[in-house]
């Protein structure tokens, strides 16, 4: 599954290509974004963008995990993890792309 990574320079250049801001503010709006973002979640907030998806921190509980390399049982402590969950609509663009005939 080789892909390229979109880094936050080529996420700042789009907004500079697309809405026509200056580079400088292109790049503090995006930052201003993911910042709003960062921190909605640190407080526990869902985050739902239209036609995209919502991203949310769920809760896991304790449990038992084994080391791959010696077989032993590790207690894995509780935490809370990211979760990405896509919109119906970024679904059926990626998969769009994938149908046999397809030109992408």
């Known amino acids: 599954m080789a892909g390229r990574t979109i880094t936050r320079a080529q996420l700042s250049e789009a907004v500079y290509q697309e ?3 200056s ?3 292109s790049a503090e ?3 201003a974004v993911l910042n709003e973002v960062s921190d909605a979640l640190a407080r526990g907030e869902t985050v739902k963008i239209s036609s995209f998806g919502s991203f949310s921190v769920r809760q896991k509980g ?3 995990g084994r080391n791959p390399k010696t ?3 590790v207690p894995i402590l509780p935490r809370k993890v990211l979760v ?3 919109s119906q ?3 059926n663009r990626i998969n769009e792309r994938r149908r046999p005939g397809s030109t992408a």
């Open 19 to 21: 809405v026509g801001l």
């Open 23 to 25: 580079r400088n503010e």
């Open 29 to 31: 709006l995006l930052e």
């Open 62 to 64: 304790q449990r038992i």
């Open 71 to 73: 077989g032993e049982e």
């Open 84 to 86: 990405f969950r896509p």
């Open 89 to 91: 609509v970024l679904k």
